[in-house]
């Protein structure tokens, strides 16, 4: 059964750019969550979609947006990158063991 | 606000001896908590986990222990393998957030595991 797959890899954008960043789940599994990462901050939640409705959203500001398709595939979206949104971004997907999520690798954003 | 606190930033220890990782919280809301383990260029992966209804949870080499009561949590590795060295994070949830994929992490401890 294939992971939770994340594209791309890496990224870099300058400042006042838009990026997208896409996720897709471990099949069968309908919750899709976001993180974001960075040094001495831990793993800080972004949102959470479920069948693309998005059902919990964490304290980021209105630029951090997301949606998931009818495929369970979600993707995220930062407009007006700012230096601070560097990090590693996370997407998660759950099953029925709702409390363990299951991580890809990641997408490294670098803002110059 | 940190909520979960890993206040050890890194730890060293010897193969084959025991690696003890610590986690506070301050949200009494918390009523689940987990361990995930994480290597260089690769998402976290689940660990362990433990229910406040619990103090202690085993699984193989990997023992975590709750203590309520001073809102502290601890991950024992026994032996530890050089194959553990790895960034540990804690994090913890409260039931109704649970459901919608929100846990909460602390900032990590590094360990390093020496042969």
């Known amino acids: 059964k294939a992971g939770v797959t994340q594209t791309p890899r890496y990224l870099i954008k300058t400042r006042g750019q838009q990026v997208t960043l896409s996720c897709s789940p471990i099949?069968?599994?309908?919750?899709v969550s976001w993180y974001q990462q960075t040094p001495g901050q831990g793993l800080q939640f972004l949102f959470e979609?479920?069948?693309?409705?998005?059902?919990n959203k964490g304290n980021f500001p209105g630029r951090f947006s997301g949606r998931q398709f009818s495929n369970s595939r979600s993707e995220m979206n930062v407009s007006t990158l700012e230096l601070g949104d560097s990090a590693l971004y996370l997407c998660?997907?759950?099953?029925?063991?709702?409390?363990?999520?299951?991580f890809g690798s990641g997408t490294q954003l670098s803002v110059l | 606000d940190q909520q979960v606190k890993q206040n050890s930033p890194s730890l060293s220890v010897q193969e084959g001896r025991i690696s003890i990782l610590n986690c506070d919280y301050t949200?009494?809301?918390?009523?689940?908590f987990l361990w995930y383990k994480k290597y260089p260029a690769e998402g976290p992966t689940f660990l362990i986990s433990?229910?406040?209804?619990?103090d202690k949870n085993e699984d193989g080499r990997f023992t975590v222990f709750l203590n309520k009561s001073a809102k502290h949590l601890s991950l024992h590795i026994v032996p530890s393998q050089p194959g553990d060295s790895a960034v540990y994070f804690c994090?913890?949830?409260?039931?109704?957030?649970?459901?919608?994929?929100?846990?909460?992490f602390g900032q990590g401890t590094i360990l390093t595991v020496h042969p």
């Open positions: 998660a997907s759950r099953g029925t063991e709702y409390e363990k999520l299951f």
């Open positions: 433990i229910s406040s209804i619990k």
């Open positions: 949200n009494s809301m918390f009523d689940y």
């Open positions: 994090a913890a949830s409260v039931k109704g957030e649970r459901s919608y994929g929100k846990l909460t």
């Open positions: 979609y479920f069948s693309e409705t998005q059902r």
């Open positions: 099949s069968g599994h309908r919750s």
